[in-house]
């Protein structure tokens, strides 16, 4: 039973192309968070969704980043115009049930450096 | 908006010792978890507290839900080399659709 799979694992990009991550959840899990962490910091919230569904977008920047969860195929979180400050990881969790208490199970993560 | 403050930041132990460390908030929550983070990795769950005044164990980990749902603290027994790591605390806030609020963390150095 594989775990919630991310890629890429690194992930370079010049100032102003676009970054695109991507998330599988695990088998039977629909719900997908996903997190950003800076260098010595805690994850923060960024976006929740469901299959098709964006349910909680609270964290998201308003500009230049976008979230989707098709019905078919992994969850893509796209960073357009990505400029320095956008260099983090990026970890997604995925969860059988909404809410943090059901298996609530984090991905490897993908660093993004931003040159 | 809410915040869970961490603390201590950091400590550096020496191996067989016991660890505590705790999180406090100004605001209540429904759920607390506690997770460890190896560098270069996704944090993985150690503990998760649904009841306020809850105590729970997971080997030599023990964690405690506050009564007031606005605390938990950690602690570590026995501490051992690969207990080394990242521990962070997150709560999930209530009304919220399963998203959490992280502490900064505690930063875990074990000395043989």
């Known amino acids: 039973n594989a775990g919630v799979m991310q890629n890429p694992r690194h992930l370079v990009r010049r100032r102003g192309q676009e970054a695109r991550l991507r998330c599988s959840p695990m088998k039977g899990h629909s719900h997908v968070y996903w997190y950003r962490q800076l260098p010595e910091e805690g994850l923060k919230f960024m976006v929740y969704?469901?299959?098709?569904?964006?349910?909680?977008e609270s964290g998201m920047p308003k500009e230049r980043f976008s979230a989707e969860f098709p019905k078919e195929g992994p969850s893509i979180l796209r960073i357009q115009q990505v400029v320095r400050g956008d260099s983090a990881a990026y970890f997604c969790a995925s969860s059988p049930r909404e809410g943090a208490g059901y298996g609530y199970t984090f991905g490897s993560g993908t660093r993004l450096t931003v040159v | 908006g809410q915040q869970l403050n961490q603390s201590p930041q950091s400590m550096f132990i020496q191996e067989g010792e016991d660890v505590s460390m705790n999180c406090t908030s100004s605001s209540i929550f429904n759920t607390w978890l506690w997770y460890k983070q190896d560098p270069g990795e996704g944090p993985v769950l150690l503990i998760a507290?649904?009841?306020?005044?809850e105590l729970t164990s997971n080997g030599r980990l023990t964690a405690q839900f506050g009564i007031t749902r606005k605390d938990s603290f950690l602690n570590i027994s026995a501490s051992i080399p690969s207990d080394v790591g990242i521990y962070f605390c997150?709560?999930?806030?209530?009304?919220?659709?399963?998203?959490?609020?992280f502490g900064k963390g505690t930063k875990l150095s074990v000395k043989p």
């Open positions: 969704l469901q299959k098709e569904n964006i349910i909680d």
């Open positions: 507290l649904y009841k306020a005044g």
């Open positions: 997150a709560g999930q806030p209530g009304g919220s659709q399963g998203n959490l609020i």
